[in-house]
């Protein structure tokens, strides 16, 4: 075997702060709709930068995820170095 995929891949979608992002004022954040979203566009499930995301109603969003299959993780951010 080619070590193949059996059937479709599925994407995840990943939320993080873009470089520059103003945090505090636009941390990226997912919530029920997002868990939604992401099911009904084929997702198998959603990947946040840890300590700099917000989870909103963070229970329901993780019993939405849960009732549909979906993965939620947090993944470390990674700080660009500027030397200092």
Request: aromatic share 2%.
């Amino acid at each position: 075997g080619h070590g193949r995929l059996a059937g479709k891949t599925r994407g995840v979608l990943v939320k993080c702060a873009k470089p520059g992002q103003e945090l505090r004022a636009d941390l990226p954040s997912i919530g029920p709709q997002t868990v939604e979203a992401a099911h009904a566009a084929g997702l198998a499930g959603i990947a946040v930068g840890a300590g700099r995301s917000l989870i909103l109603e963070g229970p329901a969003t993780l019993a939405r995820a849960n009732a549909l299959g979906l993965f939620i993780v947090g993944f470390p951010a990674t700080e660009p170095t500027d030397g200092q």
